[in-house]
C-alpha cells in the first residue's frame, strides 16, 4: 500500500506560481512511477504530468508544456509540480498519483492504483 500527501495549492492570481509537493510513504518510492491529475468542477480528471522512477522521462500534457514542471527527490520521497505563468484555466483539483514502475509511462488515470486527497489550485483572472 502506498500513501500520499499532497500539499501546496492555494489561490494565486493569472501569471503567479504555485509549487505543489506530494509526500510518498509506504512503498520504496524509486520503484513508483509517480503522475500528476487535475479535476475542475464539471469536469472529468485529466492527465497534467508523469515521470518514471528514476526521473529520467517526464511528460506532459501540451497545455502544460513550458509553464509546469515535474521533479521528484527519491531521498525524500517527495514529487514536485513547479507551476509558473499559471492561468485561470489551471484551476482545480491536482492529484498526485502513483503505480509500480513499468517501462512505459502512462497517462491514463485508470492506470495509477494510489492516489493522494488532492490539493485545491485557484487562479485568479
Known amino acids: 500500500q502506498v500513501q500520499l500527501v499532497e500539499s501546496g495549492g492555494g489561490l494565486v492570481q493569472a501569471g503567479g506560481s504555485l509549487r505543489l509537493s506530494c509526500a510518498a510513504s509506504?512503498?520504496?518510492?524509486?520503484?513508483?512511477?509517480m503522475g500528476w491529475f487535475r479535476q475542475a468542477p464539471g469536469k472529468e480528471r485529466e492527465f497534467v504530468a508523469a515521470?518514471?522512477?528514476?526521473?529520467?522521462?517526464?511528460y506532459y500534457t501540451d497545455s502544460v508544456k513550458g509553464r509546469f514542471t515535474m521533479s521528484r527527490d527519491n531521498a525524500k520521497n517527495t514529487v514536485y509540480l513547479q507551476m509558473n505563468s499559471l492561468k485561470p484555466e489551471d484551476t482545480a483539483v491536482y492529484y498526485c498519483a502513483a503505480r509500480p514502475n513499468r517501462l512505459v509511462i502512462t497517462t491514463r488515470a485508470r492506470d495509477y492504483p494510489y492516489w493522494g486527497q488532492g490539493t485545491q489550485v485557484t487562479v485568479s483572472s
Open positions: 515521470t518514471r522512477w528514476s526521473g529520467s522521462n517526464t
Open positions: 509506504g512503498r520504496t518510492f524509486s520503484s513508483l512511477d
